[in-house]
């Protein structure tokens, strides 16, 4: 199960996620920061300053469903009004503040539509 700030997505706009999209999302680990280094003129190499790892913010795009396409422009509407979003996922048990970005796509079926979001975590460590 999948909320965003505490709405069941599924009872609220009838999304269900992308399994494939959503949980890899997720799940990906934040590549590091940049570290400081110095390329003296006259030393080999390169001096690296070594200290606590900090980390970059992590752009995802997480694909859903939804059955009708008002329910779309409901989550639509609701991701405008909410720029940020604290969206829960029981598979990894964590809560993730992520920056609505932006619609990257969407596609109409006979009985679905599918879309995707992308976001921005910010901060990984929250």
């Known amino acids: ?9 599924k009872d609220m706009w009838t999304l269900t996620p992308v399994m494939d999209s959503v949980y890899n999302q ?7 920061k940049e570290r400081v280094t ?11 300053l070594i200290d ?3 980390l970059k913010p992590i752009d995802m ?3 859903f469903t939804c059955d009708t396409y008002d329910k779309y422009k409901e989550f639509c509407k609701y991701l405008r009004d909410n720029q940020t979003v604290s969206l829960y996922c029981d598979y990894t048990g964590l809560t993730y503040v992520l920056e609505f970005q932006k619609h990257s796509g969407f596609n ?12 921005r975590q910010n901060n990984p460590t929250i």
């Open 108 to 119: 109409e079926y006979r009985d679905y539509n599918i879309f995707a979001v992308a976001f």
């Open 52 to 54: 606590t790892a900090r």
């Open 1 to 9: 199960m999948i909320t965003i700030d505490g709405h069941n997505i």
């Open 38 to 48: 110095n390329d003296w003129s006259d030393e080999d190499g390169v001096e690296v």
């Open 61 to 63: 795009t997480l694909t």
């Open 26 to 32: 997720l799940m990906k680990a934040p590549e590091i």
